[in-house]
């Protein structure tokens, strides 16, 4: 049976057969063995995570393997479940062993919600948030079938590899250069015509520069 929280007496009048056979026995004074187990159904904050390993992300500039960080909540939202499928082989099952069943489960959800997020490597550190929900949207069903309920997913960081981290800051360089050459070209151009009028062949310079 399954008792929500409260103050509840085991007595054996729900098996009177079972009594009255093994009264003879016991002088009827039968023992009746009973296992309880108590299930904490709070909320557990704050629980970390990270990628032991690389998770492959297909992204626009194909797969590539990023590592990340963050943390998430969690509570037993159906105890009867999670005895079952869980709890029910060991006399004591901690929260490290929750934690421990979920990782794999909760990392692996991270590939398949950047690709349902269609998000960008460029835009990637300002959609956290977006990645965080559709995460717990990915693992709700699959946790729901442990009993469990996943409260919340927070994305912290995540990092791509070194290589592709230089690839992109000297794009975003190149960028940046060719954004403003023509701004470098007429600076270039003033302070030429500025040390030509110190040396009186200004005009020559400009004839040069129109032809």
């Known amino acids: ?56 992300i297909q992204t626009e500039y194909g797969i590539i393997r990023l590592r990340g960080h963050g943390t998430y909540s969690f509570k037993v939202s159906e105890p009867a479940v999670f005895f079952k499928v869980l709890a029910g082989t060991s006399q004591l099952y901690t929260l490290y062993s929750v934690c421990d069943s979920m990782r794999a489960l909760l990392v692996g959800s991270i ?8 998000i960008s490597l460029n835009d990637m550190a300002s959609r ?7 995460v717990k949207l990915s693992a709700a069903e699959r946790l729901a079938e442990l009993g469990i309920a996943l409260t919340a997913f927070e994305v ?27 701004v470098y070209t007429q600076l270039a151009q003033a302070d030429a015509l500025k040390e030509a009028a110190k040396h009186g062949t200004a005009g020559t310079i400009v004839g040069v520069g129109m032809g």
């Not at 399954?2 to 729900?14: N, Q, R, V």
Request: proline share 7%; net charge negative.
């Open 1 to 56: 049976d399954i008792f929500i929280p409260g103050m509840y007496k085991l007595d054996t009048d729900s098996l009177p057969i079972i009594t009255s056979l093994l009264s003879w026995k016991y002088g009827f004074e039968t023992p009746f063995k009973s296992d309880i187990f108590f299930i904490n159904t709070k909320e557990f904050t704050g629980i970390r995570w990270g990628t032991a390993n690389p998770v492959p």
């Open 111 to 118: 590939s398949s919600a950047f690709g349902t997020c269609h």
């Open 128 to 134: 956290y948030k977006d990645l965080g929900n559709e």
């Open 156 to 182: 912290e960081s995540l990092s791509l590899p070194p290589e592709l981290e230089k690839a992109i800051d000297e794009t975003a360089r190149l960028g940046i250069m060719r954004n403003t050459v023509d």
